[in-house]
């Protein structure tokens, strides 16, 4: 089993920043990649961004490519997405999830997930 605990969230003006923490505990030998995903109120929950462990090759979605960054530290076994120049269509819940082979975009493929934490930009 893999745990992940996000951290990180809150409220924020349109055109500021905030970094999302995902801390993971556990089997992380097991991981192979980690994405963000994100849920807004009645909308379907969309992919935000995914790293390789090992290689730390990176994909984003078109909608937060250049002002989202997505990194991670193997040391603390953390992953971390910095967002910056929000805006308020960015609002919704942040989910951290782990995949134990390969990498993708459908929340469907991945393993484990966390709690989420709430992001919110207001205008």
């Known amino acids: 089993q893999v745990q992940l605990v996000e951290s990180g969230g809150g409220l924020v003006q349109a055109g500021g920043s905030l970094r999302l923490s995902c801390a993971a505990s556990?089997?992380?030998?097991?991981?192979?990649?980690t994405g963000w995903f994100r849920q807004a109120p009645g909308k379907e929950r969309e992919f935000v961004a995914t790293?390789?462990?090992?290689?730390?090759?990176?994909y984003y979605a078109d909608s937060v490519k250049g002002r989202f960054t997505i990194s991670r530290d193997n040391t603390k076994n953390t992953v971390y997405l910095q967002m910056n120049s929000l805006k308020p269509e960015d609002t919704a819940v942040y989910y951290c999830?782990?995949?134990?082979?390969?990498?993708?975009?459908?929340?469907?493929?991945?393993?484990?997930w966390g709690q989420g934490t709430q992001v919110t930009v207001s205008s």
């Open positions: 790293i390789r462990w090992s290689a730390g090759s990176t």
């Open positions: 556990g089997r992380t030998f097991s991981v192979f990649s």
């Open positions: 999830a782990a995949k134990t082979y390969s990498s993708g975009t459908d929340p469907s493929g991945y393993d484990y």
